[in-house]
């Protein structure tokens, strides 16, 4: 196992250094996101009520706000540039459209979370009350601004939409900033990660004052704090689930292979039912006659209702997506008859070829050549990606890990919304302080919530590979020219310095913590 | 000849380099950072000095990942041919702001496992490194750098399909080994030293810290003088990259870069005008009593940083030179953005003026009067 992964391609150790930069960026960003609209929450009510108390619960936050962001600040700049520095060639494939949106999170957002967070932290004596709290809820909306725009970027990898090819650039070239930014998917996928972030951050506050409650230390404060995170967590979680709901519908649509590995659906079916609990068939693969679960119980019928809103519609699996030949509505609304992954290979290859047959057509100023071979590269443009394929089942993402994920990050997502309807019958029915069992539960919500969010991302990253750009770019043509060792090296002084790091914050964080709000014997 | 493209190549040309001269100015962060032991020599003192930088450090990094965000925005071959080739330049510059942004808000903190001289050697090799590296990248504007472009590699399938590629194994480490780039580095570190030191003078109300503010002023001026006219000479006498407008053809030109300034005379009040501001921004603090030299020097630094990346920039010259294949060079018409996306984002930049307006606003409200460690000391969230 080492030496695979120690000979493995400058793909692998790409990948794998994106995903561990991503990893331990989403350790921190989600509570920023969240913690700083509760933190706005607490210090509006200091503002309106003039409660020294509220403005201690706010500082308190703040401080745990603080350090977490410092960290996402630390790990969140290697992302930006490693799309120049390990996925070179996407850059200029895709940089028109792609780069936009990077710009514009840094002009829009990272300035206004980075100008105001100084005031918050260090502008109590500087500024009257209310300018004070106009920054933190400036910084609030800065880094949610924030995430606005890398979503979009990144929903735009998941669905390309408001773009052409242009040949005598031999890139994608933006041709609708609108259908850019209000791409479905983009919308979706912001609301859907952010409202992820909030629940993530109510449920570290409820689990951080089940603590205090557990010590019996600070009670006021843990209550109260309890009761906002509470509320404010199960309005998230009703936002959740209606994205969660749009984000299945959005896969289903625009990528069905990843659907299909979320649900481990080799053969597909009409009422397709949707899997609760199961267990794929280990070793499972493509065509080799085991059945696709060892043990599955499901809904029927549910999956191709969330994928198709009708209870019979058929939904493929990962095998009728590589052999072709299933009937699918295309985006025109249009019956199509699905095309083998193989045809899609050669298409892609047709398309690429045409390419190199214009660029040379050109170069000789033979325009009636150019033209042929642009209309020929168009008409198979939408396979492109594939062209550069070896295999159709080269297509197939990881299907256990996807799997499994989907199913850590749906049944957490419920279990958190009965937390937040528990924690505030607790508080109303005046029980939050003496049902040991329950604090119990909240506290060790606070892993949980960050398996689950890792997760979310897992399904959606790992689930539409091998693409970097969906059907347009596979990872191994987006890749930078450089050493599998040099990434391989990177890689580990990644993992190390993010990892004492991290070490560092949680110790740090766990210190501030016992340390408490001081609210009582003040 | 589409005007209105042109017209936004170099648009976006202008406005990449001022957001690279305003990272220089704010680079008085990392200067600063160098400086914690020798203007500092009490605990108290070196408390107060951290903190009257930790609570700038992030417009210096804001800044740096804003001009990484439209740099590839605006020039995506750049970004994808300079970051993705001198691999090691460019990740080591990235580790070095790394572990800055963890270090001020840990370093006072209890159990912070390393230690608070750990994190305080992370904002000196921040200060240090940080600014030597991107000075010496820069420099590879003026001098080039070893890379290929081929877009139709794109079409190779079986083959290489990357589209840019590094043509030594060094993968941009072999910079340092040409003098003049180091002498940019060195003169961008000096710089920020000098700019960390007014910025001490202007910002801290403690005579000790301002008086040894004021020998670090000496000590840094000259070496930066003496980098930084080396530099100035070197590229103002060497042939630099010229392009040929209509066909697009590169070639060595003898004087290229002075005879950039002649020929753009704004360009050069700009450059003159910056060394200028920061030659009175220093000068006047090192003989009397003042403490506005940071503002004189840093819009110094801002306009000199700007002459020399216009001058690199426009011109028909190529921003970013291939010595191993000169028609593979970079120039702004040949590696920017459709003119579709670079209007979209022309829109977008009528809102920086407003961006502008509230940093100038925090700052002035966050430093209306000088920072003593009292106040520190009575500070809940100091550094």
């Known amino acids: ?522 | 000849m589409d005007t209105t493209y042109i017209f936004l190549q170099h648009y976006w040309w202008f406005l990449v380099s001022l957001l690279g001269a305003l990272l220089v100015f704010l680079l008085f962060v990392q200067g600063g950072q160098t400086l914690i032991y020798s203007i500092g020599k009490t605990d108290d003192e070196r408390t107060v000095v951290i903190n009257v930088l930790g609570r700038k450090w992030e417009f210096t990094f804001t800044t740096l990942v804003t001009f990484g965000g439209a740099f590839f925005a605006s020039f995506p071959l750049f970004y994808s041919t300079s970051f993705g080739g001198a691999y090691w330049v460019w990740m080591a510059i990235l580790i070095f702001f790394v572990i800055q942004a963890v270090s001020y808000e840990f370093r006072a903190k209890a159990n912070n496992l390393l230690g608070k001289k750990t994190y305080e050697t992370f904002l000196f090799l921040n200060g240090m490194l940080g600014t030597i590296l991107l000075g010496t990248a820069v420099a590879t504007f003026f001098t080039g750098s070893m890379f290929s472009v081929d877009k139709m590699n794109l079409t190779n399938l079986g083959g290489n399909v990357v589209i840019s590629g590094w043509e030594t194994p060094y993968h941009g480490l072999e910079a340092v080994l040409n003098p003049v780039n180091v002498a940019l580095g060195l003169a961008v570190f000096f710089l920020s030293r000098i700019l960390g030191s007014l910025y001490f003078i202007n910002s801290v109300e403690n005579s000790n810290i301002t008086k040894r503010a004021k020998k670090q002023l000496w000590y840094n001026t000259i070496p930066f003088l003496v980098f930084f006219l080396f530099f100035l000479v070197a590229i103002l006498l060497r042939d630099g990259f010229a392009v040929n407008p209509d066909t697009g053809q590169v070639d060595m030109e003898s004087y290229k870069y002075f005879n950039n300034f002649i020929q753009m005379p704004i360009v050069l009040i700009v450059f003159l005008a910056g060394v200028l501001l920061v030659l009175y921004g220093v000068g006047r603090s090192l003989f009397t009593n003042w403490a506005k030299g940071i503002w004189f020097a840093g819009i110094g630094t801002v306009l000199t940083v700007l002459g020399l990346l216009l001058n690199v920039g426009y011109n028909n010259t190529s921003y970013y030179p291939s010595t191993y294949d000169l028609q593979g060079s970079l120039t702004i018409f040949n590696s920017s953005s459709s003119k579709f996306t670079l209007m979209v984002m022309s829109y977008v930049s009528i809102l920086v003026p407003f961006v502008l307006a509230y940093i100038v606003y925090a700052w002035r409200v966050m430093n209306k009067k000088k920072i003593s460690i009292d106040e520190i000391k009575n500070d809940s969230h100091a550094y």
């Open chain 1, 1 to 522: 196992m080492i030496d695979s992964i120690l000979t493995s391609s400058v793909v692998e150790w790409s990948r794998l250094q994106f995903a561990l930069t991503a990893i331990f960026h989403w350790f921190f960003v989600p509570l920023t996101l969240g913690l700083s609209f509760m933190i706005a929450i607490m210090e509006t009510i200091y503002v309106k009520t003039g409660n020294e108390f509220w403005k201690r619960v706010t500082k308190f936050w703040m401080t745990i706000f603080g350090i977490n962001f410092a960290i996402g600040v630390a790990t969140g700049i290697i992302l930006e540039f490693e799309f120049g520095t390990n996925w070179s060639n996407y850059s200029w494939f895709v940089g028109d459209i792609f780069g936009a949106p990077l710009a514009i999170e840094g002009i829009l957002a990272f300035f206004m979370e980075s100008t105001f967070i100084a005031i918050m932290f260090f502008g109590w004596n500087k500024l009257s009350k209310r300018m004070h709290l106009s920054a933190s809820w400036l910084t609030a909306f800065g880094a949610n601004i924030s995430a606005l725009w890398i979503l979009v970027a990144n929903g735009w990898m998941q669905y390309p939409a408001g773009m052409r090819f242009n040949p005598d650039t031999a890139r994608n070239e933006m041709a609708n900033f609108w259908e850019v930014l209000f791409s479905p998917v983009a919308i979706n996928k912001f609301f859907h990660t952010v409202t992820s972030a909030y629940v993530l951050a109510a449920i570290a506050v409820i689990g951080i004052s089940a603590w205090f409650l557990l010590k019996k230390r600070e009670k006021e404060f843990a209550k109260k704090s309890i009761i906002i995170a509470a509320t404010f967590g199960l309005f998230s979680s009703a936002a959740l689930l209606w994205t969660g709901d749009g984000s299945a519908y959005q896969v289903a649509q625009k990528q069905p292979m990843k659907l299909a590995a979320m649900e481990g659906l080799y053969e597909g079916k009409t009422s397709a039912g949707l899997s609760v609990i199961g267990m794929i068939t280990p070793g499972k693969e493509y065509n080799d006659g085991k059945d696709d679960y060892v043990f599955n119980l499901h809904i029927p019928g549910f999956l191709s209702f969330l994928g198709y809103r009708d209870f019979n519609a058929f939904v493929p699996g990962i095998n009728n997506l590589i052999e072709g030949g299933y009937e699918y509505t295309d985006e025109n609304g249009q019956k199509q008859i699905a095309i083998p992954v193989q045809e899609k290979i050669e298409r892609g290859r047709f398309s690429i070829a045409a390419l190199a047959e214009y660029k040379e057509a050109k170069e000789k100023g033979d325009e009636a050549a150019a033209a042929d071979a642009r209309r020929r590269l168009e008409a198979d443009f939408k396979y492109f990606g594939y062209g550069y394929l070896s295999n159709p089942t080269d297509i197939i993402p990881h299907v256990p890990l996807t799997f499994y994920s989907f199913r850590i990050m749906v049944g957490l997502g419920i279990f958190f919304i009965l937390v937040f309807i528990l924690a505030l019958w607790a508080a109303f029915k005046q029980k939050l302080e003496n049902k040991r069992w329950m604090l119990y539960v909240f506290l060790w919500s606070i892993p949980l919530v960050y398996i689950a969010s890792q997760c979310g991302w897992i399904v959606a990253e790992l689930g539409r590979q091998p693409w970097a750009i969906q059907d347009l770019m596979p990872t191994v043509a987006a890749v930078s020219r450089i050493d599998a060792g040099a990434v391989m090296t990177t890689f580990f002084l990644f993992f190390a310095l993010f990892t004492i790091l991290l070490i560092a914050e949680i110790k740090i964080l766990l210190t501030q913590i016992k340390k408490g709000p001081k609210i009582e014997n003040s």
